[in-house]
């Protein structure tokens, strides 16, 4: 186990946190937003005062961090729910692929932001806190710790966090970064199915939803639509819709935005295979033929997929 990315905050080493807060030497991606051209992207300062705060217990930000940006999403949790989901008592702390997945499991979007400042601080702009990772120590001493970003101030160089027992916790920007970059910039959004992330990609996006889908369907196809607002002739993203309508039981909606996706990248072979099974149910075999004869034609990786429902399809009477 990759033990860079897990949490271990030690309540003994307390200074050394404060240590790192008195070092406030430039740092590269403040510094470029500090010196280079005017950015009309990014706010000059912003300040989320409605994040609820939870102080952690001994070695336990993890869940601290995570039910604050839930709650900030509108799911009402407390820390101690979430221990038995994100908390590992063998490694005392935490591991990304658990903060994500609790996410997912209360039915919102766990969307990891790209390792940019900019990024992190136009989502604050944007209303959204965002839950980060740090070593609030030194490369040779790690000690792993979540937060939870708030605020900022391009003019006064500072950034705000909810962070382990202390509310509101100002740094400077350069002191931040420094901690994030030990983090390898880790970052991630929580949000409602009918919210966007101010810097979201829409494959990165469509990727992101994809993941919701295997346990909220209902939560996955309201993300993939408020997406089609933004990006409406994003292929992957109408696929997206199709199977989160198809694990609903809505056939005709899943059909419809297959052929969409089809209509709109048509060598997405994919698309054409799902297309056709969806047909084949509705008893639409005719059509269903023509589809699986596209994504066969088309191959690929699960060419031996489609090929299974060509005879699937041929076999029906």
């Not at 005392?92 to 994500?100: A, D, P, R, T, Y």
């Not at 994030?180 to 990165?204: E, F, I």
């Not at 993941?211 to 939560?219: F, W, Y």
Request: charged share 15%.
């Amino acid at each position: 186990m990759n033990l860079s990315r897990i949490l271990r905050r030690t309540p003994a080493l307390a200074g050394v946190l404060v240590c790192a807060l008195l070092t406030a030497c430039a740092t590269p991606q403040v510094t470029q937003l500090r010196t280079g051209a005017p950015d009309h992207e990014v706010a000059q300062q912003a300040d989320l005062k409605s994040v609820p705060f939870f102080a952690q217990k001994e070695y336990e930000c993890g869940p601290a961090a995570l039910a604050m940006v839930m709650n900030a999403a509108g799911v009402a949790i407390t820390p101690d729910a979430l221990v038995d989901q994100v908390y590992l008592p063998a490694r005392k702390g935490s591991l990304q692929v658990e903060m994500l997945a609790a996410t997912r499991k209360k039915g919102l979007l766990a969307y990891p932001l790209q390792p940019a400042l900019k990024d992190l601080l136009q989502e604050v702009a944007a209303g959204h806190p965002v839950l980060v990772f740090q070593n609030v120590s030194l490369p040779i001493y790690p000690v792993w710790h979540y937060a939870v970003v708030i605020a900022y101030d391009l003019e006064h160089n500072t950034i705000t966090l909810h962070s382990g027992e202390t509310e509101r916790l100002e740094m400077s920007l350069f002191t931040f970064e420094r901690t994030w970059a030990r983090g390898n910039y880790w970052a991630m959004l929580a949000l409602k199915p009918d919210q966007m992330p101010a810097t979201a990609d829409a494959k990165a996006f469509a990727r992101t939803v994809a993941s919701l889908e295997v346990q909220h369907p209902d939560a996955a196809r309201t993300a993939y639509s408020t997406a089609l607002q933004r990006w409406p002739r994003e292929a992957a993203l109408r696929f997206g819709l199709g199977n989160s309508a198809y694990a609903l039981k809505d056939l005709t909606g899943a059909a419809l935005a297959y052929q969409q996706a089809v209509q709109q990248q048509p060598d997405f072979a994919d698309a054409w295979n799902n297309l056709a099974q969806v047909q084949f149910e509705q008893g639409l075999r005719t059509a269903a033929q023509g589809s699986i004869a596209r994504a066969v034609a088309l191959g690929g990786v699960r060419l031996a997929q489609y090929l299974e429902l060509q005879t699937q399809i041929e076999a029906s009477q």
